[in-house]
């Protein structure tokens, strides 16, 4: 098997010229796991609403419009299976299921309804593109707290005292995967739908690491990433990210978990790509949760950046990340993908993996 030659500077992810639909945003995560009961207590702690239950499923939301933006299926072992992206229309859709391996236009029976198109991208992960979903109430959320800046004071005889209660998530932000087959994977999500990479981070040698990706919305403004996605030695969840109002709202999101008894993987600090400040955490099964807000928007004139990967590239202040936060789970299933991967991957090397573990391991 073919291996690509070493990866220059300028091999990295790139918006496609004409890609098979454009998404329109990141609508839902979807999530088995063995015990629905154990992750509506976290994520109910953390911010999220039910907002339906099937005996086998579970739907959360945020404060937003969209129906639901988590979904669980009960299932023996715990696993994240994928996401669901909107489109505009059902064109989008038929374009979409004539790609190889999708399913024909069906009927969504998810809460808001809709129709939808099942893919699976080259990394194993489901993506459902779906249309027609229909919105429900917003929920309320408590106003930005007015802040005295300054020589701009706002609050006069007036204290500052937030509920002391889980933040309102107001909606899902974006979604991080690991994978061992990057570039593939990158060009799969230009291609088909219309991700512009805003930011690369890119190993010594030059060989891109991380892509951070933006939905193409043209002249409207777009989270700086909807998806971004790094080089691992196989494919799995990183960690998913949820807006709250301000900053207080995150750091009181880090004072009920902690009382909680939830497991802190990384924060407060504030991203240099993206900018946002932000808190992660643990949910039952080790999977990692962001609260953030702030977050940086482009409209699609913006180009692309290319920056050097470290762990001091990950945050402006804050706590440093941690060590474990990077540190991948080691169990034979992984070990067995990492082998197969390394001999498999036109991404993976040897040396690109030390070079990781090195600086993050
Ligand atoms: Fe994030």
Redesign the pocket.
Known sequence: MSRRPTLLATDQPARHPCPTVKATGLAHLIFERPDLGSAEQFLSDFGLTVSHREKDELYLRGTSVAPYCYRIHRAKRARFVGFGLTVACRDDLLRLSRLPGASAIETASAPGGGERVRLVDPSGFVVEAICGQTVIPALPHRAPLPLNQGDQPRRINATQRPPVTPPEIIRL??V?LEVADFQDTCAWYTGHFGFIPSDVQVLPEGSPAVAFMRLDLGDAPADH?TL?IAQGFMATYS???FEVIDADAVGMGQRVLRERGWKHAWGIGR?IL?S?V?D?WQDPWGDKH?H?CDGDLFTASSPTGLHTVSPDAMAQWGQRMPRTFTRPRLNLASLWALLRNLARSPDLTLRKLITLARMFG
Do not use: K, L, M, T
């Open positions: 932000g974006h991080v990433h971004a960690h998913s990210a991203h993206g946002q932000f992660y962001e953030y």
